[in-house]
């Protein structure tokens, strides 16, 4: 099909360019003021890291500035005339309300500044709280939400919708507002637990030891085994045993509550809470955690952490005393119905992934984790939905439903919070209407990072895998020899510091678990010494855990995955992204597996070449791409399918013996490339349809020939 320039803006010479960007333009302000907020968030940690502040200071004004336009002002203040007294001071984990210790923690975990989307979460939850109509008249406000909390004991039930873009930090924008408001009842916990160890004194002379076992934190999961160890390669270490205010006497019944719709970001999510509470996470059993070590947490010990992710740990349940309690949708009713969760003492109440979570959870345990009335809850409750596909239809469908409370609810996106609003007319009006900014539903637009480059490639129906691998190859021989120029370049300036290219890493993407298992052994011969293949299929396959672990340490490159395998789980450095197939009928799964490589932490078209979205589709999807290019707007390039399918062929010219010396290396490198273009000529492609042979109707028609006794032992068939 035709591309119109108009509609599809070709930005790149060459299929596989390396943009190289002058420093200068790109840290001057009209390239900052075009760079996505994940690119600049990236680009303000690196400038902290390498201590250079004045570079920093540019990077924290465009943040600055680009939160406060999107910050909401409650009505009545004096803040009327585009004064935003917090404009720095939610930049960071104090100026927003953390607790002390945790505060403390994320520093040590590297997680220094706040993204935008954790901003804005927390100060939605300021705004319920009251914090932010005080400090903007001038008042004196609390410094942390503990003390919002103590001074607002009967706050009532809040929600907050928290979209995002996939990599913008969804995790800890829910986590650490959620450690920050039950801090009090977690250090109530732990005194009560020592004094009950206590109580029962030290005959046995294992005081000391029991104490220890109350004060380290713990993840319950596997059976109660450590969820993380095993087969995985993550280790948590610690003790394996076992009003958002005070919580009362109670230390067995969870405070909050995570529900997520797969195993593998369940497991993602307890290690991540696990280090804020003060445990280590290490790789190998010699690695040092350094600063995030054990010793030098001052919030609350012994926090619990307890895990139902799979059939073996429902058995079990949360029999022991748990804190914070992590399931999927499958044995949400099951801990309900054996009294392991109860509802109406949850303070917190978190659904990740929201979009897919919810549709996996029956209405009834809907109905039994929300129905109950206000008089009848212990505490109130702080709800999170999270995703980063939440639309205005789910937005609806949980205020409808009761998850979110009416009136009491905010919206927090990377760019804004606001007010919850379940219909297009508020009921705001007059001079009133003109101070409030209230956000609805629709505000919840798809939004997809602007650094990415999406790049089309329509193949014939049996060609796809073919350019997969060829693709695949080009990027690594590109790699290699990006390397090659980086190390001739610091060996002829000798005091230059090397250059640090990143390796390959990939994600496809197919339509389902059949598809990509089928895939992977033919892409496994064909990639065998280039590439570590890894499959994740959490339904069909085998090791899903360790699979995750193993392509998050880098010990696999290329992982070949559906979109809901890997729904919420954090893959660091992925440089390119292909799909196999176009998600026409949801445009929000394209977002999500585009922002793959769009996430805080990579560097996006602006100041590097941006991570790269591949669609490798039938022609009979081309104009889908249209549609879907037009409707979350983006511009793609388009590339011929002769093109990509020929690459690996002979190369042409000197350059293909170019630093081969004289030994004929050049000669066997073209040799050993050829035959790899064969093999996968043969091995990728369906080379004759085979036809279509109904063996019943012969057998049929070889029972009648018999019967009729026409059939001659001499006669040639």
Known sequence: PSISPSRHRHRHNTLYSSASSDDDDATSTNSISSMGLNELQTLLRQA????????????????????????????????????????????????????????????????????????????????????????????????????????NANVGNMGVIISG???????????????????????????????????????????????????????????????????????????????????????????????????????????????????????????????????????????????????????????????????????????????????????????????????????????????????????????YVVGATVTESLGKLVVRDGILPEGKSFIATATQFAPLSTSDADSASGDTASETRTASLKDLGLCLDPGLRHERVIAPADRGMLCLVRMLRKELQEYDEAVRKA???????????????????????????????????????????????????????????EIMEQFKSNATSVML??????????????????????????????LDLAGRVGRIGQMGSVSGVGGRVTSILKTEEADQMDDMAQELGFTFTDFHYDDVASMGGMSKGPEATEGAGNNGDGDDSEVERMRRYLEDTITLLDLAEEPEVDLDAVAERASMSDDDGEYDDDEEI
């Not at 059976?223 to 087969?231: A, F, L």
């Not at 290219?501 to 496809?508: K, L, N, S």
């Not at 052994?521 to 959490?538: I, K, N, S, T, Y």
């Open 48 to 151: 902290v890291s390498t201590e250079d502040y004045l570079l920093a200071k540019k990077y924290r004004d465009e943040l600055a500035d680009r939160v406060s336009t999107g910050a909401y002002r409650p009505a009545g203040t004096s803040d009327s005339k585009d004064i935003d007294r917090r404009k720095m001071k939610r930049l960071s984990w104090r100026g927003l309300g953390t607790a002390r210790w945790l505060e403390d923690r994320l520093d040590a975990l590297n997680y220094k500044f706040p993204t935008t989307i954790q901003i804005n979460t927390f100060e939605a939850v300021n705004t319920m709280l009251g914090a932010l109509e005080e400090a903007m008249n001038g008042e004196d406000a609390p410094t942390t939400l503990e003390e919002l909390i103590q001074r």
């Open 165 to 383: 873009s996939t990599g913008s930090g969804k995790t800890l924008a829910y986590l650490v507002p959620m450690l920050s408001t039950l801090s009090d009842s977690l250090f109530t916990r732990q005194r009560i637990r020592v004094k009950a160890e206590e109580d029962v004194g030290d005959v046995a002379d294992d005081l000391l030891a029991r104490v220890a076992v109350q004060t380290s934190p713990t993840i319950r999961g596997q059976g109660r085994k450590q969820v993380g160890g095993g087969g995985g390669n993550t280790i948590a270490t610690g003790a394996a045993m076992s009003t958002l205010g005070k919580s009362g006497t109670d230390v067995k019944s969870p405070l909050a509550l995570i529900v997520v719709p797969t195993r593998e970001l369940g497991v993602q999510t307890a290690l991540l809470l696990y280090e804020c509470v003060g445990g280590s996470t290490k790789k190998t059993q010699t690695e040092m955690p350094g600063l995030a070590n054990m010793f030098k947490y001052k919030g609350p010990k012994g926090v619990k952490i307890g895990c139902v992710l799979d059939d073996e740990e429902a058995k079990f349940g949360l029999k022991l005393q748990t804190d914070v309690a992590i399931t999927t949708p499958k044995y949400l009713g099951k801990l309900i119905r054996d009294g392991d969760i109860i509802p109406e003492n949850l303070r917190v109440v978190i659904y990740d992934e929201a979009d897919l979570a919810l549709e996996q959870t029956p209405e009834d345990d809907l109905k039994a984790l929300f129905s109950d009335a206000d008089d009848e809850r212990n505490f109130s409750r702080l709800t």
């Open 487 to 545: 190390n001739a370049e610091a060996d002829a300036d000798k005091g230059a510091a090397r250059k640090q290219i990143q390796r390959p890493r990939v994600v496809a993407f197919f339509p389902g678990e059949e598809e990509a298992k089928a895939a992977i052994e033919p892409m496994r011969d064909a990639l065998w010494g280039e590439h570590r293949l890894c499959v994740l299929l959490p339904n069909i396959g085998v090791n899903p855990l």
């Open 561 to 590: 995955a559906t979109p809901n395998s890997v729904r919420g789980l954090d893959f660091a450095n992925l440089t390119h992204v292909y799909t196999m197939y176009l998600p026409s009928d949801d445009p929000r799964e394209y």
